[in-house]
């Protein structure tokens, strides 16, 4: 069984940084891409940032220059450092992982953590 543990969401002020973690554990044989998803109120869940196991990034054009993807591949984690944090960016972050499991139908499969709550406000 794999799990996707985030933390580090929480409530800043505009113009705050936030550092979101995502730790994968389990019955884990290798993990691909992992990134990292939002999903405000009302709105469709969309990519933030994908970081490959080469470590090849992308992001949403709304977050370059602001998010930084990471990943340590010894701890299986993978990273989102967020500066500049405007009020849109209020969400629940997701993470997620295309992960491959020791067994006959290995995958990979997609796996999601339960999202962190990051909220952006004075």
């Known amino acids: 069984q794999v799990q996707l543990v985030e933390s580090g969401g929480g409530l800043v002020q505009p113009g705050g940084s936030l550092r979101l973690s995502c730790a994968a554990s389990?019955?884990?044989?290798?993990?691909?891409?992992m990134g990292w998803y939002r999903q405000a109120p009302g709105k469709q869940r969309e990519l933030v940032a994908g970081i490959i196991s080469g470590g090849s990034t992308n992001y949403a054009d709304s977050v370059k220059g602001r998010f930084t993807i990471s990943r340590d591949n010894a701890k299986n984690t993978v990273y989102l450092q967020m500066n500049s944090l405007k009020p849109e960016d209020t969400a629940v972050y997701y993470c997620?992982?295309?992960?491959?499991?020791?067994?006959?139908?290995?995958?990979?499969?997609?796996?999601w953590g339960q999202g962190t709550q990051v909220t952006v406000s004075s």
């Open positions: 389990g019955s884990i044989f290798k993990i691909y891409a």
């Open positions: 997620n992982a295309d992960i491959v499991i020791p067994a006959a139908n290995g995958g990979p499969y997609a796996y």
